[in-house]
């Protein structure tokens, strides 16, 4: 969220002390939910837990007849998010998230050449790179569904399959990149590549965004984003209004407010995450629009893997992938391997 937004919408739309607050996870935001009293009257909640939450009756479909900048909404987002959540009737994407790949552009040059170009997850992947890699640091997200998935897809294998035999693969995969992983983590990259303490990372697209942001400010404009050739992960952070909301037309003024072309560009440009609002998604800072990796082109959206709905048993595939690729690659590496 914007520094200003929930100030300036409070101004905009004569809405009484807005209380805004975030939480660590969307399993307590979940939880808060399905007891049936959340106390807001609107909460954001990443897009595959929507239909879980439908289902159960937690969550309160939305009056697009009270949302006159509803129109403002990206078609073929909202296409996407209406494959789980049918004629988008509980939630709208507010960010959208991809992940890709952060890195320092005269480290790898200094390391592969300066005819090198990254633009595969073969740059991390391929063991022979990952070694040579591990001299400046790898970082790796610590999220077992969005890091097994991204491996999955890569494989062009179905990363919802439950089916515990279509994932020896990218075990075996990812154990290779995680012996030449400094660590395992799912924010300390940011500063880590900005400071040039790492050379490499798999992370959220705004995340590495706002590392690039901060090492520029610090003198040092080397950070590049890229979502890789063979397509990545995809998905939303969705605003939808809980069961039990106390101020359901509160809500309603919210969604318009932060669907307003030169609000949502404003917020764009700060947060450093594509807000899907046309007029955002025209006229947000050029370094951000004309960054392909951002501002994705409708081939290589084509090429994403939407994040499905997990079930109990993918996650326990997932969970059992992961602790084993932990385990098995301190073995790879004879010193035990360096990440935390």
Not at 29 to 53: C, H, K, N, Q, W
Not at 174 to 202: F, K, M, P, V, W
Not at 244 to 249: F, L, M, R, W
Not at 297 to 314: D, H
Request: glycine share 6%.
């Amino acid at each position: 969220m914007g520094e200003t937004t929930v100030a300036d919408f409070s101004k905009a739309t004569g809405v009484k002390d807005p209380n805004y607050a975030m939480f660590d996870s969307n399993e307590l935001v979940e939880a808060r939910l399905l007891s049936g009293y959340s106390g807001f009257d609107a909460v954001m909640m990443t897009s595959y837990y929507i239909p879980r939450l439908a289902k159960a009756k937690a969550l309160q479909k939305i009056d697009k007849t009270k949302i006159p900048n509803w129109k403002n909404l990206d078609p073929e987002r909202m296409k996407l998010l209406a494959t789980i959540d049918p004629n988008n009737d509980y939630a709208y994407p507010w960010t959208e998230i991809t992940i890709g790949i952060g890195y320092n552009k005269k480290k790898i040059a200094e390391i592969f050449g300066p005819d090198y170009k990254v633009d595969s997850w073969d740059f991390l992947f391929k063991k022979e790179n990952s070694d040579k890699l591990k001299k400046c640091g790898i970082a790796v997200l610590d999220s077992p569904i969005e890091i097994i998935s991204v491996a999955m897809h890569f494989l062009g294998k179905d990363p919802s399959s439950e089916k515990a035999s279509d994932f020896v693969e990218a075990e075996k995969l990812l154990t290779q990149l995680a012996s030449n992983t400094a660590y395992l983590h799912s924010s300390r990259y940011i500063n880590d590549l900005a400071g040039g303490e790492i050379c490499a990372a798999i992370g959220y697209s705004g995340d590495i965004l706002q590392a690039k942001d901060r090492a520029k400010a610090a003198g040092q404009d080397e950070i590049e984003f890229l979502v890789p050739k063979e397509g990545s992960l995809i998905w939303f952070d969705c605003w939808t209004v809980p069961a039990g909301a106390e101020n359901y037309d509160n809500a309603m003024k919210w969604f318009n407010y932060l669907m307003d072309g030169k609000v949502a560009t404003q917020i764009t440009d700060e947060i450093r995450y594509m807000l899907p609002v046309t007029e955002a998604m025209a006229n947000s800072d050029p370094e951000l629009k004309n960054n392909p990796s951002f501002s994705l082109s409708n081939e290589l959206l084509q090429k994403m893997y939407f994040v499905k709905p997990t079930t109990s048993k993918l996650s326990k595939i997932t969970n059992r992938v992961w602790n084993s690729m932990k385990l098995n690659s301190t073995k790879v590496e004879e010193e035990g391997g360096s990440w935390e």
